[in-house]
């Protein structure tokens, strides 16, 4: 099998290539543009692709481009509806950065697609060897001079009709996502979307590599004013509370990160190195145990006992007496103060902990589920 095509090495795509890209959108009415981590992509570049192609944009929360509310929120409910799923493959997917961070959206934009990969740093980012083409160039260059080409042959062709109807669907699923939410506050899904609706403008934000930056990615609505960290690439649970607040400590600005019971366990001590005048907010989703495992086929493969002796791993540690004992600010918090006492929180010099009583594992499992079913429900 031959690989990629390699467009460009001083990252300025030359005028051929760059014609040939354009002729491609050009002729491509179902098209969309993906953002995933590491994309360098400015949010007035995007808009300009966007705009020049009529295409829809499916932007991770962890890209920081998921900023305003035209961007495609819900593309995970609408992957796993079968029905919209095999409607709407597209003929060509033009992508900046990591794939997403999303399993089933990534095997969908399967190789059988044809992908043009910008990678400026030819870091390939592709490890489902998905890309007919990568351009090694600038990001926001690319986007604009591609913007600028793809208009200049009258934009993509008949795209309004396609982007509508991804638009009318994700405005359908993020509905019923957030009504399914809104019933079960204290699963983890729900905890992590209050948390990034609350944090203040100009926080940063690091989700935990499990399930933190799944349902951040599948249940947060658009923001422009906050700045998302995750330690993608890097998956686990170690250095977690250290990289918040390193974050903290450079940027000078509220860090707050949201991260399960046995990650915080695992790094607690980072609290007592916490630099002073730190600003920072550690949530702590308290499930007992690792939540991410009851998603994963071994839940069913294995018996009960079984599996929480491998998987579970269930702790019974006081999570807040850890944090008090490394000198943070700790509290035990119900979801349904968790808004305010967050938001209090964040205005407040120095370092807290929030532990959050949530939902058993097997009981986030089946909300997820719920969510699922209701968004294929309205999209039916």
């Not at 491509?28 to 192609?53: C, F, H, P, Q, Y």
């Amino acid at each position: 099998m031959s690989g990629p095509d390699l467009v460009g090495s001083t990252r300025v795509v030359a005028p051929d290539a760059l014609a040939e890209c354009a002729a491609q959108c050009h002729s491509t009415a179902r098209g969309l543009i993906v953002v995933g981590w590491g994309n360098a992509l400015s949010s007035a570049a995007l808009d300009a692709l966007a705009e020049a192609t009529g295409w829809p944009v499916l932007a991770d929360a962890i890209s920081n481009r998921r900023d305003h509310a035209d961007r495609v929120r819900a593309y995970e409910a609408l992957v796993r509806h079968a029905p919209f799923a095999d409607a709407h493959r597209p003929d060509l997917v033009v992508r900046f950065g990591a794939p997403l961070t999303s399993k089933i959206v990534t095997q969908w934009l399967d190789a059988s697609v044809a992908q043009i990969v910008v990678d400026p740093h030819d870091r390939r980012l592709d490890p489902h060897r998905a890309a007919a083409t990568v351009v090694v160039a600038d990001d926001d260059r690319f986007a604009l001079d591609l913007s600028a080409a793809v208009a200049a042959l009258g934009g993509a062709s008949d795209a309004g009709a396609w982007s509508r109807s991804w638009q009318q669907a994700d405005a359908a699923a993020a509905r019923a996502l957030d009504g399914v939410l809104d019933l079960h506050p204290t699963s983890g899904a729900a905890v992590v979307r209050t948390v990034a609706a609350t944090a203040p403008a100009d926080a940063h934000l690091l989700v935990a590599s499990s399930m933190a930056v799944r349902d951040l990615e599948w249940f947060s609505a658009p923001r422009s004013d906050i700045t998302v960290h995750a330690n993608r690439g890097a998956n686990g649970i170690d250095g977690l509370v250290a990289t918040a607040l390193g974050i903290a400590h450079a940027s000078a600005r509220t860090t707050i990160a949201v991260l399960g019971d046995l990650a915080f366990l695992h790094d607690a001590a980072s609290l007592h190195a916490a630099p002073h005048g730190t600003n920072a907010v550690v949530v702590v989703v308290d499930n007992s145990g690792g939540g991410i495992f009851s998603f994963l086929p071994q839940a069913d493969l294995c018996d009960a006992d079984e599996f929480e002796a491998l998987f579970g791993t269930p702790q019974s540690v006081d999570l807040v007496a850890v944090a008090q004992a490394h000198g943070a600010r700790a509290r035990r918090v119900d979801a349904a103060d968790l808004e305010a006492t967050l938001a209090d929180a964040a205005r407040t010099p120095g370092l807290d902990v929030l532990v959050v009583p949530a939902l058993g594992r097997a009981d986030d499992v089946a909300v997820h589920r719920a969510a699922w079913a209701a968004a294929a429900d309205e999209l039916r």
